[in-house]
């Protein structure tokens, strides 16, 4: 180092490099805290989040998502990259820092690099650049010659972001070959006189660039040191104070955004935070209407999301033509807040973001109705950001507006005045039970003051009301009765869970609809409660408060397995099972929101001979059949059934059984096969009644009977309307 001059030396222009690279900091901290200051302003002015709580586990999933990058290798090359350009960045941060001092203190060493720790930190940065550069590269010629399609900006979202993501890709690279060339030129001054050098990693990029270096004057040397401290220097600050402008903000985004995550991602947001629902009649408005309605934290996750286009790639709606990508339900809500709350100028606000681009508007109704709350693109997105709370707020809003679509209006008026969407008599809630057939060999009783039961079966609209789902409401009833379960319906006194109800944003009828359950069941006295449905399952589970504890019957039907209490017929006894192959449909709300994949697939592989396939799209990336409750009467554009490609993935995976385990699945899967053209080729049928069918405790002739009688419903259900 003795050989050339230290950067903050050396004088030029009459200014001595200590005083200008001094004023390169302060302007470029002080411009970085400016631009930070102005995008915060929208954040002060956003609605409330309570985010504040458990510190501890906060952290840790700090630890896992930020640190550990635990999302990334779900895209195996891209992921793979990000990890080692974060790890990059995180080793080279003491670096930079360093480096950043050494312009107006030459000797200044980081506290605890000054021994021998120094050197090897040293060589592990030297790696670092070296691959954080390589990455910089791939990722280049990725985005240039092998455009992956996720990346794609569809015209009605405006214009390809590739030009602004190579510039920032080229400022980091610039930044890893300024930083070697630095070391490099420091490293190679010395040997010219032959004086012992410090060591650079071997095969690294400095070290690469020292072997160039080592033929060149020491004056040279000295001034491609002070040239390359200065690119350095101006490229740093330039990258802090350009990322607030785009994608790139994520970089000081994301740890706060992963901090404040939210922990209960199945309990929907209520409508106000803080407001409690005895008081949401002094609401003035519900939902989001105006960007500042969406709250601090949602905010936040337009700033941080990084546009890789994972979310819209795993998305069923953006799949299937609706008008709906949640990548860019972000990316213009932060060109809204750009737009909107400039680092330069006023911030103006109130504008309302449904409607028409003239009126100011950023999205349409039918891209925040499409969405079937599925919850792929959440638990896609690497940097935790939210979407089904931010579009069930822009639905609220939509509602308190009186915005609500002619096909839904009709069914949300039916709930108000029947609590179910068909419009149908309460008292007929339990008519699935008189089949007289069923009802010799499994009677099921009403639940009330005096007739009490341990367990409520929670059956809800669809399973009581609709032909072709009463077989699951039977098959279910007949499951419990095999395992002694002492149970019985609320019948006449239930109203429909109101789940899918909430989740179109109308919060004062699902709240009425809940609190008339909620007392039924008080009033009935059980102590658990059971359903074949995934909607009503997250809506008791996640919804409601002060009701007993709740299973879903796949859960019940995997712990009697275990238990011994349930055993099972060998597949091939039926000879229409003989030859089927099966693959488990993960319903969203069973799967994705409650975590529930492994009970129904042990349940299958229980059955002596079933033979299972695993759909590519299974788990937690499951793939939205189309969406329930409400979702029914909506019909969004789009090019292709949801249920059809979802019965295409099936076939693909060589099954020709697609076994459910949700009613609203059943009618979508159904209605597919039969638009896709798949009749006798490709059949479904709901986990309960498979169950029912290979249960151990018929005679073979009481089983063919079995099968039929499911056969025939379904049949029935092919010529029958299924709503009225
Ligand atoms: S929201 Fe998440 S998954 Fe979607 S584009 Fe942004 S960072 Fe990627
Ligand atoms: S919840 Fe599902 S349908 Fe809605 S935006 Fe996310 S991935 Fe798309």
Not at 359 to 386: K, R
Not at 417 to 422: A, E, F, L, M, Q
Not at 642 to 650: F, L, P, S, T
């Amino acid at each position: 180092m003795d050989n050339i001059p230290s950067a903050a030396q050396v004088t030029s222009w009459l200014v001595t490099g200590r005083i200008l690279f001094l004023l390169i900091h302060v302007l470029g901290v002080a411009g970085f805290f400016y631009i930070v200051a102005r995008r915060l302003v929208p954040l002060f002015r956003a609605e409330r989040d309570f985010r504040f709580d458990q510190p501890l586990v906060r952290l840790g999933r700090v630890l896992k998502f930020w640190l550990g990058q635990w999302k990334q290798p779900r895209y195996k090359l891209a992921g793979t990259l990000h990890i080692f350009i974060f790890a990059g960045f995180i080793l080279l941060a003491i670096r930079a820092f360093s480096v950043l001092i050494v312009g107006v203190s030459q000797n200044f060493v980081m506290p605890g690099l000054s021994g021998s720790a120094g050197p090897i930190y040293n060589i592990i940065t030297d790696y670092a650049a070296t691959i954080v550069l390589l990455c910089m590269v791939i990722a280049v010629v990725r985005r240039l010659v092998f455009k992956p399609a996720r990346y794609a900006v569809p015209a009605r979202y405006g214009k390809a972001h590739t030009a602004d993501a190579i510039f920032l890709l080229s400022l980091i690279a610039i930044l890893m070959v300024a930083d070697s060339l630095f070391a490099a030129s420091k490293a190679a001054a010395p040997l010219g006189p032959g004086q012992a050098a410090e060591a650079l990693a071997a095969f690294s990029l400095p070290w690469m660039l020292q072997k160039v270096l080592v033929s060149a004057s020491v004056p040279t040397l000295g001034r491609l040191y002070f040239g390359v401290y200065l690119l350095h220097e101006l490229t740093f600050y330039f990258l802090l104070c350009y990322r607030p402008f785009g994608i790139q903000f994520h970089v000081e985004t994301s740890l706060f955004n992963v901090y404040f995550a939210k922990l209960d991602r199945e309990i929907l947001k209520p409508v106000r935070w803080g407001v409690s629902d005895e008081h949401l009649d002094q609401v003035k408005s519900f939902g989001v209407k105006t960007f500042e309605d969406f709250t601090w934290k949602h905010m936040l996750d337009f700033y941080t999301c990084a546009d890789c286009g994972r979310c819209s790639d795993n998305c069923p709606s953006n799949a299937v033509g609706r008008p709906l990508s949640p990548r860019f339900l972000t990316i213009k809500a932060r060109d809204y807040a750009f737009r909107h709350y400039p680092v330069l100028g006023r911030a103006s606000n109130g504008a309302t973001l449904i409607g028409s681009k003239d009126s100011g508007g950023i999205y349409s109704e039918d891209e925040i109705w499409s969405c079937t709350t599925c919850g792929a693109c959440e638990a896609e997105c690497p940097l935790l950001v939210e979407y089904i709370d931010k579009i069930v707020d822009l639905r609220r809003g939509m509602i308190d507006d009186g915005n609500v679509p002619q096909s839904l209006q009709k069914p949300l008026k039916a709930l108000e005045s029947r609590g179910n969407p068909y419009g149908k008599m309460e008292k007929k809630k339990a008519d699935w039970t008189n089949a007289k057939e069923f009802q010799q060999i499994c009677p099921v009783k009403t639940v009330g003051k005096s007739n009490g039961a341990d367990t409520l079966y929670f059956v809800d609209s669809i399973t009581s009301y609709d032909d072709r789902m009463q077989s699951i409401g039977r098959a279910t009833a007949k499951i419990l009765n095999h395992v002694g379960e002492d149970f019985g319906i609320l019948g006449a006194a239930e109203r429909d869970s109101g789940h899918e109800v909430r989740r179109f944003g109308e919060e004062t009828l699902f709240m009425a609809l809940r609190d008339h359950n909620v007392d039924a069941i008080k009033a009935s006295g059980v102590q658990r409660i059971i359903t074949s449905d995934p909607h009503t399952y997250n809506a008791l589970k996640h919804d409601y408060k002060d009701v007993p504890p709740v299973e879903h019957i796949s859960q019940v039907i995997a712990r009697e397995v275990k238990a011994g209490k349930i055993r099972f017929d060998p597949i091939a006894d039926n000879k229409d099972n003989a030859n089927r192959v099966y693959a488990y449909h993960d319903p969203c709300y069973l799967g994705r929101h409650n975590q529930i994949y492994d009970d129904p697939r042990d349940v299958l592989d229980a059955i002596p001979g079933l033979k299972r396939v695993e759909m590519k799209r299974s788990r937690d990336r499951s793939f939205c059949c189309g969406g329930g409750g409400l979702m029914l009467f909506y019909e969004p554009k789009e090019e292709q059934r949801m249920g059809v490609k979802r019965v295409q993935m099936a076939a693909e995976a060589g099954a020709n059984v697609m076994v459910t385990a949700c009613p609203f699945c059943m009618v979508n899967i159904e209605d597919a096969i039969k638009v896709a053209g798949m009749e006798g080729k490709m059949t479904a049928i709901d986990l309960t009644e498979l169950v029912d069918q290979q249960i151990a405790r018929l005679s073979p002739d009481l089983k063919e009977e079995r099968a039929s009688e499911i056969k025939e419903c379904v049949a029935v259900s092919e010529s029958a309307s299924r709503l009225e």
